[in-house]
């Protein structure tokens, strides 16, 4: 049987994905080998499908339980005979196995480390007794002191060729940096092994990191459009795995609480219940997840900083591992980065110390970037990468941002003058004149002392990550990091340069607001209206819409114009030209998930001198002029140059009057085309524009989409 032959037989596929096929030959041929490829990308297959046509034994080295069942669970329903030893069995079923393997009816077993070389057991001389014909060690980087999940016991596999000299050995992992790589070859004494580095980017996982801010709510407002979905929840301590999954219950998710102090029984029955879709979340810390195979996961979470980039990006393929879109979540706090640095240090270990506090470092990095997120795994793990992805947070933000050319002048400057000496803290202190005792008094009569006193500490401290993550400052390794100059610094000290900052966007807070979770679903279609409709015009989004003024909707819900005139930002002029293409999404998205109007929790602001009858009359004139335009025979690229507004704009107003009966749908849309956006929009809802657009693809264009939306909500048929 050739391999081709074997993966459709026992595997069901008919193509070899990344580098399997030659890995695979590798082994066959009785080769070392080390592979290296992501979670999710058929790993397994590398040693399970060699296993099938040796004749012989495969041993399989493997870190948990969970994951040993789950393999064998999978290779036995595929007709191949696999076992496991390990503690859960009893000596009864011990002995039945040892059977089976003397009469060679085993493929594959699957054990862990100290079972094969614990003191008191004979297991090796047993199994140097049978035909062992290839070793797998799964989860390899777990020997390694520089991987981010070493296990002590993986050292004993050290010795594991002097018992097997000939027999071919593969060990797999899916992150890797270099120097953990380097120490994998070393200590298993790999001999003249091929390496295997398969493409880390896990194209449908979309990565989104946001501050963290009440993540519970922030978590309610993420999980509220997926009840139907898997989903994994990542948290540090067992404690707050417990805590997380009783509140989701509470709040009527179906939850399940993972970590290691747990039973076995209670780990088990969990585990299965979330495989089998009985429980849709599991809430977990990094003990869970390992070699699960589940397909269907769609998003990941973490709810709080993962102590490293290997973590983190092998935890997030543990969603779509089927290759449809998922995503990835990271809340984020710097309060969290300073809590991990006492976990991040080894006892009498100032190396090991070190390499840990360099991983955090670059895990702080990550969660403060404003680069393409998918381009920093991926050149982490030593791939490039394009400068946008168009799948994270960061390549799909429209940012707002403002000449911040003297503010980083002055922090370079500040930095400059304490010869490069001191972190954060300390700059920042030193800039706003703080009269602390730490302040050196060397330092208050430095002439920077005190010139940044006009901005407040949260946005000094946004400010320098800023300027960090832009390449005008360095944070320098170690236990306690200094902030230094770069090679970009000089131009901007000089003014040769400007440095454009991000604006805050932070709603002011106010004793007489009743402060509300905000719609994150509603908040992302708002920006994609603001961002479709800043293109047209050509201006910046915020020139349009600034962000509170689309936060303040996303919260409020406002569901008529007379609402709509109370949201902060909206002048009249604004409400005339843009009100109803963004009050379309809000009472849209509102219907569908049997909202309502909370435009009563927020303060009334003062009237405007224009009354709210006046801007009834101005909004209804605006659009009926449009429609008035088109009736006498203007396209709707014309009717937007006569009037001074965006297309989209002009789609808005003549979708309104589908809506209300006075134009037909098919005036708009080619009636061909119906049948395919009412589908669409029957699959995925109306609630976001964006995605229908690129489910439907070019030729098919916003207008038309909102135009057929208005349509169904006549429930009217086409004759």
Request: hydrophobic share 40%.
């Amino acid at each position: 049987m050739t391999p081709n032959q074997a993966l459709q037989k026992y595997f069901g596929y008919s193509n070899f994905r990344h580098q399997q096929e030659e890995i695979i030959a590798h082994i066959l041929n009785g080769k070392d080998v080390l592979t290296l490829m992501p979670t999710g990308g058929g790993k397994s297959l590398c040693y399970q499908l060699p296993a099938v046509l040796l004749d012989g034994l495969t041993i399989v080295i493997s870190p948990l339980i969970a994951l040993m069942k789950d393999q064998v669970d999978s290779l036995n329903i595929n007709g191949i005979s696999a076992a496991f030893f390990n503690s859960s069995q009893t000596p009864d079923e011990h002995q039945q196995l040892f059977e089976k393997l003397k009469n060679n009816q085993i493929k594959l077993l699957y054990l862990a480390p100290e079972r094969l070389f614990s003191a008191d057991s004979k297991l090796i001389d047993f199994l140097q007794s049978l035909p062992v014909v290839q070793i797998a060690i799964d989860e390899a980087h777990c020997i390694s002191h520089w991987g981010h999940d070493f296990r002590p016991e993986y050292l004993m596999l050290a010795g594991l060729k002097k018992y097997f000299p000939s027999v071919p050995v593969i060990a797999l992992t899916a992150t890797a940096d270099k120097l953990t790589q380097k120490d994998i070859l070393e200590k298993l004494d790999l001999k003249d092994p091929a390496v295997f580095v398969s493409s880390f980017n896990r194209e449908n996982i979309s990565y989104t990191v946001v501050p963290k801010r009440n993540s519970f709510n922030q978590l309610l407002a993420f999980l509220d459009k997926r009840k139907d979905q898997s989903g994994i929840i990542y948290c540090l301590s067992r404690k707050s795995t417990e805590a997380l999954a009783s509140n989701l219950q509470a709040e009527g998710f179906s939850a399940e609480a993972y970590h290691a102090g747990l039973d076995n029984a209670t780990k088990a029955r969990n585990q299965e219940a979330f495989l089998r879709d009985e429980v849709k979340i599991m809430v977990a810390t990094i003990a869970f997840g390992m070699g699960i195979n589940k397909s269907n996961v769609r998003y990941v979470v973490h709810i709080d900083l993962p102590k490293n980039i290997e973590g983190y990006y092998q935890e997030t393929g543990r969603a779509g591992r089927d290759g449809l879109p998922s995503e990835a979540m990271l809340y984020y706090s710097p309060g969290d980065a300073q809590k991990l640095k006492e976990f991040a240090r080894v006892e009498n270990n100032p190396e090991q110390s070190r390499i840990m506090l360099k991983k955090l470092d670059d895990m702080v990095r990550y969660s403060e970037l404003q680069t393409c997120r998918r381009q920093f795994l991926l050149r982490y793990f030593a791939e490039d990468a394009p400068d946008n992805c168009g799948a994270c947070d960061v390549c799909l933000t429209e940012v707002e941002r403002f000449d911040g050319t003297l503010i980083a002048q002055k922090a370079l400057s500040a930095v400059s003058r304490l010869k490069e000496r001191f972190g954060a803290g300390y700059v920042i202190e030193f800039l706003r004149g703080s009269k602390s005792e730490k302040i050196r008094e060397e330092h208050k009569a430095l002439k920077t002392y005190g010139i940044g006193a006009d901005i407040n500490k949260p946005d000094w401290q946004r400010y320098l990550r800023e300027l960090v993550a832009t390449g005008y400052l360095q944070s320098s390794d170690g236990e306690y990091p200094v902030l230094q100059l770069t090679n970009k610094s000089e131009g901007v000290l000089k003014g040769l340069e400007k440095v454009y900052l991000i604006a805050s966007q932070t709603i002011e807070e106010r004793d007489d607001v009743i402060v509300l979770p905000f719609e994150v679903a509603l908040l992302d279609e708002l920006k994609s209206v603001r961002r479709d409709i800043a293109r047209n015009e050509n201006v910046p989004p915020y020139i349009i819409l600034a962000d509170n003024t689309l936060l303040e909707m996303a919260t409020y819900l406002p569901q008529s114009m007379d609402e709509l005139r109370l949201i902060s930002g909206f002048g009249d002029i604004k409400l005339a030209r843009y009100g109803r293409e963004f009050l379309l999404p809000v009472t849209s998205y509102s219907a569908q998930r049997g909202l309502s109007s909370k435009i009563h929790q927020k303060k009334a602001r003062r009237e405007r001198k224009q009354n709210a009858k006046s801007a009834r009359k101005t909004v209804a004139g605006t659009q009926r002029e449009s429609f008035d335009l088109y009736k006498a025979g203007k396209t709707i690229a014309e009717i937007a140059a006569t009037r001074g507004l965006a297309v989209t704009t002009i789609e808005g107003h003549l979708a309104y009057f589908v809506e209300q009966g006075e134009l037909e749908v098919t005036d708009m849309v080619n009636a061909k085309k119906i049948p395919a956006i009412q589908d669409a929009i029957e699959k995925y809802g109306d609630d976001r524009l964006a995605p229908l657009k690129e489910l439907l693809g070019e030729e098919y264009s916003y207008g038309e989409i909102k135009c057929v939306i208005s349509w169904i909500k006549t429930g009217k048929t086409i004759l």
